[in-house]
T-cell receptor, first 111, second 114 residues
């Protein structure tokens, strides 16, 4: 079993839809939870991070962490075609070199 | 404002050939990493370095070697390429001691081994 599980999609939604992306994990030592966005043929870029449980909001993006269920989510409100990308969840117990990535979910937002 | 630069961006090798991927960062980061990205597998850590002159194995180190002779550079070598090493390779760097360990990635190097 992988430490981090993420549905690879693809997920296709119309412009303006609310998008929900999710990951589950098995290692209870994870404390830092991140979402990276990767455009086609580019490197991943950090979108949001959350420490421990709770919610964090940044514009149209909301990250949620439920440590009791070992489940994290990224919500995108009012999705735009420019949001079309692969979203990778990532988590660590601390320190960049022990970051574990999910497989990534490909998202397509249709105009 | 270069950030992390990888060369070459594309390469085709024959089985058994050798090559070196070069990563350069201009952010004065202590930590540098090499990942490979394969469909359905996500990013997997090959080797990493926590400072000049140091290297360590990651999750999938077999068949690869690395060197960090200068702080700003991290080299990934394939001594005898195999088709299983066909992948997209990403170099990344991060600040030492950053709480999230935010990774800054290059744009990737696409390697095909025939």
């Amino acid at each position: 079993q992988k430490e981090v599980e993420q549905d690879p999609g693809p997920l296709s939604v119309p412009e303006g839809a609310i998008v929900s992306l999710n990951c589950t994990y098995s290692n209870s030592a994870f404390q830092y939870f991140m979402w990276y966005r990767q455009y086609s043929r580019k490197g991943p870029e950090l979108l949001m991070y959350t420490y421990s449980s709770g919610n964090k909001e940044d514009g149209r993006f909301t990250a949620q962490v439920d440590k009791s269920s070992k489940y994290i989510s990224l919500f995108i409100r009012d999705s735009q075609p420019s949001d079309s990308a692969t979203y990778l969840c990532a988590m660590s117990a601390g320190g960049g070199f022990k970051t574990i990535f999910g497989a990534g979910t490909r998202l397509f937002v249709k105009a | 404002n270069a950030g992390v630069t990888q060369t070459p961006k594309f390469r085709v090798l024959k089985t058994g050939q050798s090559m070196t991927l070069l990563c350069a960062q201009d952010m004065n980061h202590e930590y540098m990493y090499w990942y490979r990205q394969d469909p359905g597998m996500g990013l997997r850590l090959i080797h990493y370095s926590v400072g000049e002159g140091t290297t360590a194995k990651g999750e999938v180190p077999d068949g690869y070697n690395v060197s960090r002779l200068k702080k700003q550079n991290f080299l990934l070598g394939l001594e005898s390429a195999a088709p299983s090493q066909t992948s997209v390779y990403f170099c990344a760097s991060s600040y030492r001691g950053g709480p999230t360990g935010e990774l800054f990635f290059g744009e990737g190097s696409r390697l095909t081994v025939l």
